[in-house]
């Protein structure tokens, strides 16, 4: 058995008038969404990472740098597709993902079982097998005051060649 785990975090500021998109799924009536080169969903980005991480495949922006055009407002959806299919190319298996959120608005709850519908199609996994949770950061620092949204990802992946 060759088990390995990654860590994964990403960050973004927060904007009011932009669509908020988390987890590969748009939050309806947020009142402000991320700022990025894609589009800013910064679960996806952790999960990228984590899973990236975990195979010591480098991260996010050695594969999809923020300075290229190519990139440039892609759904993150398509950017995990791509992790998956690498992470698959060097034989690996992935096992699950746990992940948060560290937001004040909106409410991410009602919203984690269409995240992780989502996500099991686009990563291969069953639904059971990604975890998705979200705290607030008290009204403290970056986060707090609602100027950008945090996210921490793990996981899980064999080895199977």
Known sequence: ??????????????????PFYLGGILIPNSPHGAVGHSDADVLIHAICDALLGAAALGDI??????????????????????????????GYSIGNIDATLVL???????????????????????????SIKATTN???????????????????IEKLK
């Not at 058995?1 to 932009?18: A, C, P, S, T």
């Not at 409410?107 to 686009?122: Q, T, Y």
């Not at 707090?144 to 996981?155: I, S, T």
């Open 61 to 90: 922006g050695v594969h999809f740098p923020n300075t290229s055009a190519e990139f440039k407002n892609i759904d993150s959806k398509i950017l995990l597709g791509k992790v998956v299919s690498l992470l698959k190319e060097h």
């Open 104 to 130: 004040e608005a909106p409410k991410i709850v009602p919203h984690v079982p269409a995240m992780r519908e989502i996500l099991s199609k686009v990563i291969g996994i069953e639904k059971d097998c990604i």
């Open 138 to 156: 008290e009204t403290m620092g970056y986060v707090g005051k609602q100027y950008g949204v945090n996210a921490h990802a793990v996981a899980l």
């Open 1 to 18: 058995m060759n088990f390995r785990i990654g860590y994964g975090f990403d960050v973004h500021q927060l904007e009011k008038g932009r």
